[in-house]
């Protein structure tokens, strides 16, 4: 019986997944991650070139051939095809929302009101031309699955509309 994959962080399951698909180098998996997981799970090129020499040394891992300006590719073992599976059915964990934007407006009073209104005005700006990508993207979905996310992706950047909009509100009201 082979030994039980070590486990991953949400992270190291979203290169794992995507490696799924074929050898990537770590350029090519941070452009990737940003087009499938688009705003709801960020990945950073500094998480990812940390990640995958820990999941090589792992044996989840195997560095493939060596390309331009020094980039290497990785390839998917049998361990971490495990190890990914393991993270999929693990269900642990809760689902936590990080977002620098909620961080600011819990804070946004410590700003003078003109900063404060160009805070706002900006993420809206941002957050509308997000939700004509994301609502295109349900459009374009072609599995149940992928249409879902899309959707839920739509029904979070509404969500952060209202937000703005009842700070924004808030705000005029405090001044």
């Known amino acids: ?4 994959p070590p486990a991953v962080n949400a992270t190291a399951a979203a290169l794992l997944g995507i490696l799924h ?16 997981f688009g705003a709801f799970f960020s990945v950073t090129r500094s998480q990812v070139y940390r990640e995958l020499p820990a ?5 989840l891992l195997k560095p493939g051939k060596q390309g331009a300006r020094a980039s290497q590719q ?6 971490g095809k495990r190890a990914f599976r393991a993270w999929l059915a693990s269900g642990s964990g809760t689902d ?23 805070l706002v005005q900006k993420a809206r700006a941002a957050d ?7 609502r295109a993207a349900v459009a374009g979905a072609t599995e149940p699955v992928q249409r879902a996310v899309a959707e839920f992706t739509v029904a979070h950047t509404r969500a952060m509309l209202k937000l703005l909009d009842a700070v924004s509100v808030a ?3 405090s001044a």
């Open 74 to 79: 990785y390839a998917l073992t049998a361990l």
């Open 55 to 59: 999941l090589a040394d792992a044996g």
């Open 171 to 173: 705000c005029q009201r």
């Open 21 to 36: 698909d074929g050898p990537r180098t770590g350029g090519q998996l941070v452009a990737e991650a940003g087009e499938r």
């Open 96 to 118: 936590a929302l990080r977002s620098p934007l909620v961080l600011r407006l819990l804070h946004v009073e410590s700003l003078p009101d003109n900063e404060r209104a160009e």
């Open 1 to 4: 019986m082979p030994a039980a």
């Open 128 to 134: 509308r031309e997000r939700w004509a990508v994301e």
